[in-house]
Each structure stands twice: as C-alpha cells, then as structure tokens.
T-cell receptor, first 113, second 117 residues
Framework: AQSVTQLGSHVSVSEGALVLLRCNYS??????LFWYVQYPNQGLQLLLK??????LVKGINGFEAEFKKSETSFHLTKPSAHMSDAAEYFC???????????FGGGTRLMVKP | GAGVSQSPSNKVTEKGKDVELRCDPI?????LYWYRQSLGQGLEFLIY????????KSGLPSDRFSAERTGGSVSTLTIQRTQQEDSAVYLC???FGSGGRAAETQYFGPGTRLLVL
C-alpha cells in the first residue's frame, strides 16, 4: 500500500524566509507525487506534480519540489515566504491501480510579518 | 472556464436524517472522485467514477454511503441515517480520465461542509 507522511503539522516562518515543507512517501512502484494547497474555506489547488520526468519540479507561486528516490522524499520549498502563502499544504501520491490520491496529513504554514 | 462546483456549500442536519450532496465536474472530464476531509482522519478517498465503468467504491466507510453519477456528468453523494461522525467537508474532484490516470491532475471543488447535530 502507498502512504504519505508529512513531518510537522504546523510550520511557522517569517516573511521572506525559506519555506520547507517535508513529505516522505512509501510506494512499491515509481510514484506520481503531488503537492496541493488549500486556502481557508476553499478546495485544493494543485501546486505541482512529479510524473517521472525531471526530478526538480517547478510549480506555481514560486514553489518547487525535488523528487529524491533514495530518500523517498518530495519536499516542497520556496526561497522567500509571502504572507499570502499562509495556507494548508497537502502532499499526495497517485495510484496506478486505483486512480485515487492518498494524502498526507497536511501541514499548516503560518507566515509571520 | 468553470471549475468543479458543489452544492450546498454548507449543510446542517440532525442525526438520523438523510443528506444529498451534489457535484458538477468540469465539462469534458470523464473521471470524478469524492473525498472526505475531517479533523480526525484527514483527507480520505471515498469513491471514483470513470466513464461508464463500474465505480470504485473501496473508500466508502459504510453502507450508509452511496453515490451515483448520471449521464456521465453530475454526481450525487448520499448519506443515509447520518451520524455525528459523518460531520466533515466532502470534496469532489474531476480529471480528464485519459490514459495514465494516476498522473492526472485532479481539480477540486470548494467542498460541502456537513454538520450533523
């Protein structure tokens, strides 16, 4: 079975600081990996996804993530946090057989002025 | 273009009542998914529809939950005899449903917030 672990349910950074949100997965086959963002009272919006092409994936709003097979990780980063980045972030793995997404527990990012 | 829409946005019901939640996917998307987001369980897959194929119901938590998709478009999730533990946000998503579906982007609606009193 595939699973996703997000370390840190809450992360707080200062405006302008580096954002690092951690995601580790377990999968018996090459995974498809996604990062979604959820703003308050809204649905999930795709930030970026890894589908076995380039290991460094660039997404929207200045975010990027690097797929590291040896570490089974897909951490999300952004060089400089903005106040508007405050939201909940979900890492997810796609299933070849079932088509559904399996989500991590989410990380709430807070940005301090 | 229009995204995934869901109705109602909020629903308050009494324990034991039935509720219906509606999802309108993006036009042209053949794949449709229902997920549940709750404090205790996070985001969980419930059910998946692809075209005219039999749905994947493997995520439905009990036989009180059912869903249908009419005409390959609109979907309704029905919860019978609601319980307090059914309180959650129910999210619908759709995707193109082409080959390599596990890699497809799923587009999410804003969700229906269900509160069972």
């Amino acid at each position: 079975a595939q699973s996703v672990t997000q370390l840190g349910s809450h992360v707080s950074v200062s405006e302008g600081a580096l954002v690092l949100l951690r995601c580790n997965y377990s999968s018996s086959v090459p995974p498809y990996l996604f990062w979604y963002v959820q703003y308050p009272n809204q649905g999930l919006q795709l930030l970026l996804k890894y589908t076995s092409a380039a290991t460094l994936v660039k997404g929207i709003n200045g975010f990027e993530a690097e797929f590291k097979k040896s570490e089974t990780s897909f951490h999300l980063t952004k060089p400089s946090a903005h106040m508007s980045d405050a939201a909940e972030y979900f890492c997810a793995v796609g299933h070849n057989a079932g088509n559904m997404l399996t989500f991590g527990g989410g990380t709430r990012l807070m940005v301090k002025p | 273009g229009a995204g995934v829409s869901q109705s109602p946005s909020n629903k308050v019901t009494e324990k034991g009542k039935d509720v219906e939640l509606r999802c309108d996917p993006i036009s042209g998307h053949t794949a449709l998914y229902w997920y549940r987001q709750s404090l205790g369980q996070g985001l969980e897959f419930l059910i998946y529809f692809q075209g005219n194929s039999a749905p994947d119901k493997s995520g439905l938590p009990s036989d009180r939950f059912s869903a249908e998709r009419t005409g390959g478009s609109v979907s309704t999730l029905t919860i019978q005899r609601t319980q307090q533990e059914d309180s959650a946000v129910y999210l619908c998503a759709s995707s193109f449903g082409s080959g390599g579906r596990a890699a497809e982007t799923q587009y999410f609606g804003p969700g229906t917030r269900l509160l069972v009193l």
